[in-house]
């Protein structure tokens, strides 16, 4: 009996209609503090840790301690799904009357869950290309990697990435490509590195490389939108002969310009082997390439007023034997292998194409929600008008008040 009372207030409690309110309005607060914390953390700090959350933490500035202040946005997401679903199936029995309004429902109940497989299964990335260049890959500007490159073969390099994830969990990484192993000593979620004196005080970055001319630091977290954190880190390599010391790699020791980054690798031998070490933007590689032929910037005839900006590419896929041209241009991007590629932005020489590529699998399912709630509103407010407009043509004229009946009034 006390399993039945419980069970029944927990149903009670979800199906409740003060729950959809309470849920509702800890949105609009979620949606305003988010909005306001973006002054001091920016906008990818925010998402994450206001939106894409169960908690939202907050703790004294400098302290280690952090404690859970308000629902995030995947808490109240949650909530409002499960009591959506929840109070459907409690109040409505499916019958050819509420056809409408399960539409409805189901529409609500797919928005929500594709908008959490986006957060989940999305992710932005860019693709730059000059005149005549060709690429398998695009670029994160958020994350980065540690690149180990076995550069023996001149026909073929082996490359084991390293994401920034791992490297951001300290520990001993290991693959089965390497002969040896690598120990995260420190990492630098944005760091900034200093040339260090021969007289100065301080310890070197690292033994090896370039670290003992060098000091790193670790920096507040950037919050500015167009800009990024710069990572940093601390590696040993170890093999079964012992270590090979320690090596700084960091993105500070490479070069941005124009959306591309040229990495700066640091060089060692180990077993008849040359490698490198580059911390570099996280690369996401697609089985095609994409090369650009030619980029148009148009004005219009007279002034600088831009008209136009479009990229001519060739498509090619070496598994399928697919190989076309294709033209990017504003508004009209390129949707292929589950890939979205466009026109983002272009080198200031005009020989260059910037393109923002998203990936993005669920794209297709709030159009399919919004077309199921339309779809189901039209049906329910047509069941609704049907059944009316029936009542009232059975409904018996009224007689006209004060009026004598047909039959006596011809007597």
């Known amino acids: 009996?006390?399993?039945?009372?419980?069970?029944?207030?927990?149903?009670?409690?979800?199906?409740?209609?003060?729950?959809?309110?309470?849920?509702?309005?800890?949105?609009?607060?979620?949606?305003?503090?988010?909005?306001?914390?973006?002054?001091?953390?920016?906008?990818?700090?925010?998402?994450?840790?206001?939106?894409?959350?169960?908690?939202?933490?907050?703790g004294p500035k400098g302290a280690s301690w952090k404690l859970p202040v308000m629902p995030g946005?995947?808490?109240?997401?949650?909530?409002?799904?499960?009591?959506?679903?929840?109070?459907?199936y409690k109040r409505f029995k499916f019958s050819s009357k509420k056809a409408g309004i399960w539409l409805v429902h189901f529409g609500l109940i797919l928005l929500l869950v594709g908008q959490f497989l986006t957060d989940v299964l999305s992710r932005e990335s860019i693709l730059?290309?000059?005149?005549?260049?060709?690429?398998?890959?695009s670029i994160s500007q958020r994350q980065a990697e540690l690149a180990v490159i076995d550069r023996t073969d001149p026909s073929q390099n082996t490359v084991v990435a390293i994401p920034q994830g791992v490297l951001a969990k300290g520990g001993t990484v290991r693959n089965r490509y390497l002969p040896f192993t690598l120990r995260v000593e420190k990492f630098f979620p944005n760091s900034q590195i200093s040339n260090r004196s021969l007289s100065a005080a301080d310890p070197p970055a690292a033994t090896q490389g370039v670290g003992p001319q060098l000091t790193v630091t670790q920096v507040p977290h950037v919050t500015v939108t167009d800009q990024s954190d710069v990572p940093s880190a601390?590696?040993?390599?170890?093999?079964?002969?012992?270590?090979?010391?320690?090596?700084?790699?960091?993105?500070?020791?490479?070069?941005?310009?124009?959306?591309?980054?040229?990495?700066?690798?640091q060089s060692f031998t180990y077993a008849k082997h040359s490698y490198e070490l580059e911390m570099r933007p996280r690369r996401f590689y697609v089985p095609f390439t994409i090369k650009l032929l030619k980029f148009h910037h148009d004005v219009y005839a007279g002034t600088d007023i831009p008209k136009n900006f479009s990229s001519r590419i060739l498509l090619e896929r070496p598994d399928t034997g697919e190989k076309r041209q294709v033209l990017i241009y504003m508004n009209h991007p390129l949707r292929y292998a589950g890939q979205t590629y466009f026109q983002a932005s272009y080198d200031p020489d005009n020989q260059g194409s910037i393109f923002q590529v998203v990936h993005?699998?669920?794209?297709?399912?709030?159009?399919?929600?919004?077309?199921?709630?339309?779809?189901?509103l039209v049906i329910q407010f047509s069941i609704q008008l049907f059944g009316f407009t029936l009542k009232r043509s059975r409904r018996p004229a009224p007689q006209p008040s004060g009026a004598a009946p047909l039959k006596r009034r011809l007597a």
């Not at 040993?236 to 124009?258: R, Y």
């Open 234 to 265: 601390i590696v040993n390599i170890d093999t079964p002969q012992g270590s090979l010391g320690s090596w700084l790699v960091s993105e500070w020791l490479g070069t941005w310009e124009n959306s591309e980054f040229t990495p700066q690798p």
């Open 73 to 88: 946005g995947y808490l109240i997401g949650g909530v409002l799904l499960i009591n959506l679903v929840a109070s459907h």
């Open 128 to 137: 730059h290309l000059r005149d005549g260049e060709a690429k398998n890959y």
């Open 360 to 376: 993005n699998p669920s794209w297709l399912t709030p159009y399919f929600a919004c077309v199921i709630v339309g779809i189901g």
């Open 1 to 58: 009996m006390a399993f039945d009372r419980v069970l029944a207030r927990l149903i009670a409690f979800f199906t409740s209609l003060r729950l959809t309110v309470v849920c509702l309005a800890l949105g609009l607060v979620l949606v305003f503090a988010g909005t306001m914390a973006q002054v001091d953390l920016g906008l990818y700090k925010v998402q994450t840790e206001f939106f894409r959350s169960f908690f939202v933490f907050w």
